[in-house]
């Protein structure tokens, strides 16, 4: 085509694309350099009056749409007797050819899902079906941002299809069984089950059905897989793909329609929350499907999917009372569009402000999530509630504040999300906000996982573990794990490695306890990242290899695991795997004490008590380290504690102090504390008088070397783990008399 060829105001230049029916040429208006393209038949079906009937069809459908991802209609014109379609030009690549290079990491598919998802759900509202949905007909702009185009081939829902039984509309590959059985009963949920075969193909890298390196792929082949064969399983083909996300894309591939997700924004809010958060299936606000009337549709047509028969005739009414019926049934019914259309357009912006929300909590832009989160769960969104939860939970862009985080909890549990409703009782369970209680935490936890929530399931597992408000009971814990694993919740499989790790009901089994973490830090558990990096320090069923746990640590720690930030922390401590750092293992102490770790905040209280490296000896900033330790319920911060008072190191010396703080270290275990305690007794120091059968329990307790010499002093001592390095206590006392 000549470059001088003039579509309205635009000169085409160059073509971009051509399919069946049409081709796409870049136009571009040469008085304001604007662009659009141009889409028109191809020379073949020019006089065929019902593709060209199609074509119209397709630019009057689509330019009622408006919607951010659909691309945008400008207009029609006719250039002699060939019409001209004027669309919004996207300066990017087809998702097809995107597939091309490979499978598409979380970010980009959840861009792509949340966009198109809302731009069918947009055509759904408008009573609309796009019936080829498909990667070539979903173009990616520069950034990634997705458009839905080529409605070509929509039908508008209960519209009398204007086709032959015997044709099909759509593309094989991503048809759904409906529309090859049955296409004068398609509706929208053909559109999720063509979606679904998009997903299938982003996550795994080929379509469900049919691929090229079939031997049967025959066109009759790919048909009856369709109709009958169920498709081979995502995690199959990609093992990184989360359990609840596989769950997602089965759901949307169900044979029968009414099996599939009743709309796209209930698709969307699940496979967010499966793709970010810890939720197979949410329980969003159900909605019926969309039923709406469309212009045409005349009594006596066959009942469409969303139409009723028409009713038996009522008796006779005068003219006069049927007028006054019809007044108020226009009134009533123009009342009731208007708040349908109101609620309907407030759903879907708060599911935009709710998808927005997990980029931006995905990004760690935790600020910027809360607002958006906040205007979604204003509007009803039970996502914006759940994450507004974990925000106030966490402190992450607001201050912690526990109340804050139970009310939005309570609040979407109250709207059925099954989530939030487990959410309430971890709160219980931990005594966050509120007084510890096991009874109502468990309470809460089962209608969770009755609900399907997979982090409600584990949590269960923890409590038989640890034995909170239940007796312990590790066959019951396996059992809530699995659950929980089963469900995708990668802190069930964390918790599966753990009970093989330490043999908690079944035998030690290293080899069981890494695959549960590999699994676990493949849906990027950080605990389960921190557990594969302690394997390989300690040697436990692997050969000792420093690198490779350094290396899991920092997965642990970019994962926000505290205790891998810790690790990461004692390694450039002591040398192990690395380069001895102390700047380095301060700055990530640091980070670790920030993310929580009482252990870093004695660490970083050792390190500035004893001077170390680059870390110059303060006692005062050792003493406010080993306080927030303490007050975490840090042992060795409480015995460090009573050391400064013991000594006078910082603090006036006071051995009463020092005697109370070793006495609420050797509460919490502490050899160390118990040692001193010992050497306390021995001397008759702090407060009490010299008690040498005292002292040797307490040496005991510690499980220290002990002994009376020829002389008959006595020596203890005790080589001790403190924190990355060992210590060793000494004793020497006089003559027992």
């Known amino acids: 085509m000549n470059q001088e060829f003039k579509v309205g105001q635009f000169v085409l230049e160059r073509p971009l694309g051509e399919g069946g029916m049409a081709e796409v040429w870049l136009g571009r208006n040469p008085h304001i350099g604007t662009t659009a393209a141009i889409k028109f038949l191809n020379q073949r079906f020019a006089s065929d009056q019902d593709v060209e009937k199609r074509f119209l069809n397709e630019g009057r459908r689509q330019g009622s749409l408006d919607h951010p991802n659909i691309i945008k209609v400008y207009g029609f014109e006719y250039v002699g007797s060939q019409g001209f379609l004027i669309l919004q030009y996207i300066d990017g690549i087809p998702l097809d050819l995107r597939l091309q290079h490979g499978r598409m990491n979380d970010e980009e598919i959840l861009r792509v899902a949340t966009g198109i998802l809302g731009a069918l759900g947009c055509a759904h509202a408008a009573g609309i079906v796009h019936r080829d949905v498909k990667p070539s007909n979903i173009l990616l702009d520069r950034r990634g941002v997705p458009y ?28 759904s069984p409906e529309q090859i059985q049955r296409p004068k009963e398609v509706d929208h949920r053909a559109d999720i089950y063509g979606f679904g075969c998009v997903l299938y193909e982003m996550l795994t890298g080929r379509v469900p059905f049919g691929t090229d390196s079939d031997r049967d792929s025959s066109d009759f082949m790919v048909e009856l897989a369709h109709v009958r064969t169920p498709p081979p399983r995502p995690r199959g083909l990609n093992a990184a793909i989360r359990p609840a996300v596989e769950q997602v894309v089965l759901r949307c591939l169900e044979k029968e329609p009414e099996q599939r997700y009743s709309t796209c924004e209930e698709l969307r809010d699940a496979l967010v929350r499966a793709m970010i958060g810890t939720v197979v299936e949410p329980s969003p606000e159900r909605r019926p499907p969309p039923k709406t009337v469309i212009e045409g549709v005349r009594p006596g047509v066959a009942p469409g999917p969303y139409q009723r028969a028409e009713p038996p005739k009522p008796p006779t009414r005068s003219r006069t009372q049927l007028y006054s019926i019809v007044a108020v049934a226009i009134l009533v019914l123009g009342v009731a569009g208007i708040a349908i259309w109101n609620s309907r357009q407030r759903t879907e912006k708060a599911s935009q402000f709710a998808s927005q929300g997990l980029m931006k909590f995905n990004a760690k832009d935790y600020r910027g999530a809360t607002d958006d989160f906040r205007q979604a769960a204003d509007a009803g969104n039970t996502v914006g509630m759940f994450y507004l939860g974990r925000l106030y939970a966490n402190g992450w862009g607001v201050s912690r504040d526990y109340n804050e985080a139970m009310r939005w909890f309570r609040k979407a549990s109250d709207a059925g999300d099954a989530a939030s409703t487990g959410r309430v009782g971890l709160l219980y369970a931990n005594g966050w906000g509120v007084s510890p209680n096991y009874a109502e935490a468990m309470k809460w936890l089962r209608k969770g996982a009755d609900g399907g929530d997979g982090r409600s399931m584990t949590v269960i597992g923890s409590l038989y573990a640890i034995g909170h408000g239940v007796s312990v009971d590790n066959a019951e814990a396996m059992k809530w794990y699995r659950k929980g694993a089963d469900a995708g919740d990668a802190a069930g499989m964390a918790g599966l490695g753990d009970l093989y790790r330490w043999g908690m009901g079944v035998t030690v089994d290293y080899p069981q306890a890494m695959t549960w973490y590999l699994k676990g830090a493949d849906a990027g558990d950080g605990s ?26 920092r997965k642990g720690s970019e994962a926000g695991n505290a205790n891998s930030m810790t690790s990461v922390g004692e390694f450039y401590d002591a040398g192990y795997g690395v380069k001895e750092d102390t700047a380095q293992a301060r700055d990530w102490y640091e980070k670790a004490a920030e993310a929580g770790s009482d252990e870093a905040m004695a660490d970083l209280g050792n390190m500035y008590e004893f001077g170390d490296g680059e870390v110059k000896q303060d006692y005062l900033q050792a003493k406010s380290w080993y306080d927030k330790a303490a007050a975490a319920g840090n042992a060795r911060g409480m015995l460090h504690l009573g050391e400064l008072f013991h000594g006078g190191k910082g603090v006036e010396e006071n051995d009463v102090q020092a005697r109370q703080w070793y006495e609420k270290a050797a509460a919490a275990g502490n050899a160390g504390a118990m040692f001193e305690l010992g050497t306390l007794s021995a001397f008759g120091e702090g407060g009490s008088p010299k008690d040498q059968t005292q002292a040797q329990e307490w040496y005991k307790k510690a499980d220290a070397n002990y002994n009376v010499d020829q002389n008959g002093y006595f020596h203890a001592s005790l080589e001790f783990p403190d924190g990355n390095f060992k210590r060793t206590w000494k004793a020497t006392n006089a003559p027992q008399n």
């Open 148 to 175: 839905l185009g080529d409605f070509g081939i929509v039908r508008a829902m209960g519209e009398a299809s204007r086709t032959r039984t015997t044709t099909r509309m759509g593309t094989l590959y991503y048809m």
């Open 528 to 553: 389960s990242m921190d557990n594969l990096g302690d394997l390989y320090r300690w040697g436990n069923g692997v050969a000792v290899d420093n690198a490779e746990a350094a290396k899991w640590y």
